[in-house]
């Protein structure tokens, strides 16, 4: 089952890897994100700790793009 752990874990991954490379911004996408730690798309995914654990990293400058109607 994934966890906020692996979610949290797999994206400082990304962003880690993106500050090496000097990138100025990193897209990041729930599913995209998601389909790295598993288990997505599919009946017993786990979005909705994907999407929390995104939200709780954010910074003051960070901008959703996209996101669904509540």
């Known amino acids: ?3 906020a752990i692996a979610f949290r874990n797999t994206l400082r991954t990304a962003l880690q890897g993106a500050g090496l ?3 100025p ?3 990041v996408n729930a ?7 598993g288990n997505y798309p599919g ?3 786990r979005m909705p700790v ?4 995104m939200r709780d990293a954010m910074l003051e400058q960070d901008v ?3 996101e669904p109607k509540a």
């Open 1 to 3: 089952m994934q966890t």
């Open 21 to 23: 490379q000097h990138m």
């Open 25 to 27: 911004f990193i897209d």
């Open 31 to 37: 599913g995209q994100l998601h389909r790295l730690v």
């Open 43 to 45: 009946g017993n995914h």
């Open 50 to 53: 994907c999407c929390k654990v």
């Open 64 to 66: 959703i793009l996209q």
